[in-house]
């Protein structure tokens, strides 16, 4: 079965002032379908015709030969991950076995923010920033282009997209403000607590 792009969980126009509905049509509509098109088109024929996105990715992940299929399988996943990771009317502190798991592992839910905003802001040109379960242990990472938390064994969380084609239209070149909106008026913690309990 072919690899479809998924319906964004909110309107195009949801996240304004925020995020864009021209945002969104071009990173959605355009980019992340893309991505979609682009990786039906190498699995075509292939072994890999009709494996989930995961099976494709560690499958691939670390064979040069088949990087193409690990950039587009990776990027479908890491785009459908991030808009659930964000929502209307977000941000805000996490509650419950989250943010306790948040005070164990960072010292405060400050702490937290600090390094995911370094994460991103610090990431040289395109990449992401992630919030993942490291052996038992909550982690802020970042990563180059497509790579993912999925490809060194680790449970994505959170990511925060810092490609240009993110926040180029609303912010331009003022990668950390886009960061900090996203921790601060986006972000989903309903969605990365549901990630955590099912880790």
């Known amino acids: 079965m072919a690899h479809t792009l998924p319906a964004l969980p909110y309107g195009l126009d949801a996240l304004e002032p925020h995020i864009s509905r021209q945002t969104l049509e071009f ?10 098109t682009n990786l039906n088109n190498l699995v075509a024929g292939t072994e890999l015709e009709g494996k989930s996105l995961e099976d494709t990715i560690t499958a691939v992940a670390g064979d040069t030969s088949k990087a193409g299929i690990f950039n587009n399988a990776a990027q479908v996943w890491n785009h459908s991950f991030y808009w659930q990771g964000i929502k209307p009317n977000g941000g805000g502190t996490p509650t419950g076995a989250l943010l306790d798991k948040i005070n164990a592992d960072f010292g405060s839910f400050e702490k937290l923010v600090e390094e995911l905003k370094a994460a991103g802001a610090t990431q040289f040109g395109s990449g992401w920033a992630w919030l993942v379960l490291d052996n038992g242990s909550l982690k ?3 990563t180059g282009n497509a790579d993912l938390p999925l490809a060194h064994g680790q449970k994505a969380l959170l990511t925060i997209d810092v490609w240009e084609h993110a926040y180029y239209l609303d912010y331009q070149n003022r990668r950390p403000d886009y960061i900090s909106t996203f921790l601060d008026k986006l972000v989903n913690w309903d969605f990365v607590a549901a ?3 099912a880790a």
């Open 27 to 36: 990173h959605h509509g355009k980019h992340h379908n893309a991505y979609v």
């Open 140 to 142: 802020v990472t970042k």
């Open 195 to 197: 990630n955590l309990a």
